[in-house]
């Protein structure tokens, strides 16, 4: 991956952030640190808490408590500073869409006392073709690239992505993808969140997998997927009820973990080739029959269901 041990001052600092709107806790004590140079991800369901935090670490909420670092400056007493030295897209960003794309560059690049010529950014997102075009008739794949434009306008040294792709296209998210990737090997700080995990095992080198607005894990994508103590998943569904339990398959050969019932089944697996045929073997010899069967490599979904027995994309 990109980023190795770093020994220099972090560029994020949160130290025991809490953050709630009445009764709903949306960031629960947390903690995390992010080294210069790497691309630091917040993976999650929708309402764990990602936008909160990092709506707090952009200045743009208060904490209830806690402490927050931002490249060793705070927002209470360093905010101009800051926001120039800072690269923001939000989830939704809203920009004038009778503006042009040209001009669209030139207003934010006249937020920032230094930064990059706005013709230069442009091509550095693709947009050179659509330079006139307004706001307005860009696509949403474009758009979110014009987004990430007016974030590194101001040559950033820390770069917020708060979920960029989201409600894109598969193209265009792979087009974003290879953008951000660019960036990340040109060796720009980025912090980004993401309910997507296959976009934080792409682009991230460290990623804290975050629920109901805490860290429950955090690593590179590999470490964390190696917690699992196996490299495969298999998952299967069976066509009537059986005797199969969780201490049946547990003990077959090269089964690690089981979680399921009612006929449904994911087992993390050590040896697929071991593993499969006694799953198999087993299922026959109960009488019983298979309505579905998949297997996977393991990811950092599986981190995420074998912590919280849920799916990322089930929220909570």
């Not at 709903?24 to 935090?53: Q, Y």
């Not at 974030?151 to 040294?157: H, I, K, N, S």
């Not at 196996?230 to 398959?249: C, I």
Request: hydrophobic share 40%; net charge negative; glycine share 10%.
């Amino acid at each position: 991956m990109g980023a190795s041990v770093i020994t220099a001052a972090p560029a994020l600092a949160v130290r025991a952030l809490h953050k709630r709107y009445s009764d709903v806790v949306a960031v629960g004590g947390l903690d995390l640190e992010v080294h210069p140079g790497e691309c630091f991800g917040l993976l999650g369901p929708n309402g764990a808490g990602k936008t909160t935090t990092i709506e707090i670490c952009e200045g743009l909420l208060t904490p209830d408590s806690g402490d927050v670092e931002v490249l060793g400056r705070r927002w209470s007493t360093d905010e101009r500073e800051l926001r120039q030295l800072l690269g923001i897209q939000l989830q939704e960003t809203q920009l004038a869409e009778k503006l042009t794309v040209r001009e669209t560059m030139g207003l934010f690049r006249s937020f920032y006392d230094r930064g990059r010529e706005p013709e230069d950014v442009i091509a550095l997102v693709q947009l050179e073709e659509k330079s006139r075009a307004r706001v307005g008739s860009l696509s949403g794949g474009q758009k979110q690239r014009l987004a990430l434009a007016c974030a590194l306008v101001g040559d950033p040294r820390l770069l917020f992505l708060d979920e960029p792709t989201t409600g894109l296209d598969p193209q265009a998210r792979r087009q974003l993808w290879e953008l951000i990737g660019e960036l990340r090997a040109g060796g720009r700080t980025i912090v980004l969140t993401t309910h997507y995990m296959e976009e934080a095992e792409r682009l991230c080198d460290r990623v804290a997998i975050i629920d109901h607005g805490r860290a429950i894990a955090l690593g590179t994508p590999r470490e964390l997927v190696e917690t699992l103590g196996a490299d495969h998943v298999v998952e299967f569904a069976l066509g009537e009820v059986s005797s199969l339990s969780t201490d049946v398959l547990a003990a077959l050969a090269g089964v690690r973990s089981v979680r399921g019932s009612d006929g449904s089944w994911a087992l993390t697996v050590g040896e697929l080739h071991v593993a499969l045929p006694a799953i198999l073997a087993e299922v026959e010899r109960r009488g019983a029959t298979l309505a579905e069967l998949r297997t996977h490599s393991a990811t950092l979904e599986d981190v995420f269901v074998s912590l919280t027995g849920r799916h990322l994309r089930e929220g909570g």
